[in-house]
């Protein structure tokens, strides 16, 4: 086990196996910031492998009944965040804008994923969110979502397109 990074300067737990595995502040693999092919290969566990003889998909399946992973939390997370930008008001009031920013910064300290978490905090610290109105929040959360696609190696999104996806359904 590595140990060249804190989690917390308190309790100096380590942060990370040297096979990439994320632990948590109780110095076990943190479900919420692994995926779970890399958690059952540490546990030494198998996925299910589909049939030869099966139609589908020939991938390996992990079980959909279970706590979630970095990425099945990060889907429906960024579901949330998108879909809150699609009904925000086009006038939101300024209490609605202070509350906006306020369920952010929360939001940034409770998500279930630390090392997303400090990387989003750290995000919104020198990109601070735009609530104004629906178009500014809506293109401001693309853009916090194309920030991890970016740290994640995936390809960014088309902003201008956001509401496509997330409010009125693409155009044909
Ligand atoms: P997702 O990235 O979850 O996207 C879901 C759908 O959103 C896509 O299918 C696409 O249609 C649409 N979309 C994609 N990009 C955009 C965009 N820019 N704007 C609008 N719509 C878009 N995972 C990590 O491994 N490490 C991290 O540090 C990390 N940090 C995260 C921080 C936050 C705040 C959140 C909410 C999630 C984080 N995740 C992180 C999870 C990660 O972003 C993905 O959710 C996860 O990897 C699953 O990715 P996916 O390819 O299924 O699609």
Known sequence: ??????????????????KGIVLGPDGKPCRTCNDVASLFAIAGKKPTTPSSTSTSSTAPTFPVDCPPDVEALGRSSWTL??????????????QLQSETKTFLSTFGKLYPCWVCAEDFQ???????????????FGTWMCEAHNAV?????????????WEERWRTGWKD
Request: charged letters at 25%; glycine letters at 4%; hydrophobic letters at 20%.
């Open 122 to 136: 750290g995000w919104m610290s020198t990109n601070t969110p735009r609530v104004s109105s629906r178009s500014e």
């Open 81 to 94: 965040l998108h879909s809150i930008t699609a009904t925000y008001p086009t006038t939101p009031t300024p």
């Open 1 to 18: 086990v590595e140990t060249t990074e804190k989690h917390d300067t308190e309790t100096a737990v380590p942060k990370k196996l040297s």
């Open 149 to 161: 696609n970016l740290k994640l190696g995936k390809q960014t999104f088309d902003c201008g397109r």
